[in-house]
T-cell receptor, first 112, second 115 residues
Framework: AQSVTQLDSHVSVSEGTPVLLRCNYS??????LFWYVQHPNKGLQLLLK??????LVKGINGFEAEFKKSETSFHLTKPSAHMSDAAEYFC??????????FGAGTRLTVKP | DAGVIQSPRHEVTEMGQEVTLRCKPI?????LFWYRQTMMRGLELLIY????????DSGMPEDRFSAKMPNASFSTLKIQPSEPRDSAVYFC?????????????FGPGTRLTVL
């Protein structure tokens, strides 16, 4: 069975500085990996996904993530944080159709 | 398309009452998912449907929970009787293909409070 661990429950950065949200996974198969974002009182929105194509995945709003099989990681990055990036971020792994596992979430705070 | 629609957005009820949450998926999506989000347990998949048929309900916490999908454009999640520990945000999501293969589109959620 697959599982996912988000290493930080809360990350705080200053506006204009880089963002790094860490995610490690375990999977018995070749996984699909996703990052979702949840703004306050809103549903989840897909940022990006990896499905065994290019290991560096570019998503919306300037976010990207790199799949590293040797490290079983799928960290989310952005070169420069914006105030509107403040939200909860979820890393998700799926290695069998329709069986998805969500991480506990990382709350990103962006300081002016 | 308006996206996944859920109603009500907020529900406050008393312990023992029946609660019904509603979801309208995106037109043309074959899969519909119900999730529950709590601080303690995070996001949990409760049940999902494919072409209106329940495929996996192993995430449903207990017999007090039931879900139906009478047609391609409507699903309900019912809790009877409700208990305070059911307080959570319930999300509905839909997708074209299986969850591991395609993006899921989430509704805004229903915040349930059971007193």
């Amino acid at each position: 069975a697959q599982s996912v661990t988000q290493l930080d429950s809360h990350v705080s950065v200053s506006e204009g500085t880089p963002v790094l949200l860490r995610c490690n996974y375990s999977s018995s198969y070749s996984p699909s990996l996703f990052w979702y974002v949840q703004h306050p009182n809103k549903g989840l929105q897909l940022l990006l996904k990896y499905t065994s194509a290019a290991t560096l995945v570019k998503g919306i709003n300037g976010f990207e993530a790199e799949f590293k099989k040797s490290e079983t990681s799928f960290h989310l990055t952005k070169p420069s944080a914006h105030m509107s990036d403040a939200a909860e971020y979820f890393c998700v792994v799926s290695d069998l159709d329709n069986d998805m596992r969500f991480g506990a979430g990382t709350r990103l705070t962006v300081k002016p | 398309d308006a996206g996944v629609i859920q109603s009500p957005r907020h529900e406050v009820t008393e312990m023992g009452q029946e609660v019904t949450l509603r979801c309208k998926p995106i037109s043309g999506h074959d899969y519909l998912f119900w999730y529950r989000q709590t601080m303690m347990r995070g996001l949990e998949l409760l049940i999902y449907f494919n072409n209106n048929v329940p495929i996996d309900d192993s995430g449903m916490p207990e017999d007090r929970f039931s879900a139906k999908m009478p047609n391609a454009s409507f699903s309900t999640l019912k809790i009877q009787p409700s208990e305070p520990r059911d307080s959570a945000v319930y999300f509905c999501a839909s997708s074209l293909a299986g969850a591991g293969m395609d993006e899921q589109f989430f509704g805004p959620g229903t915040r349930l409070t059971v007193l």
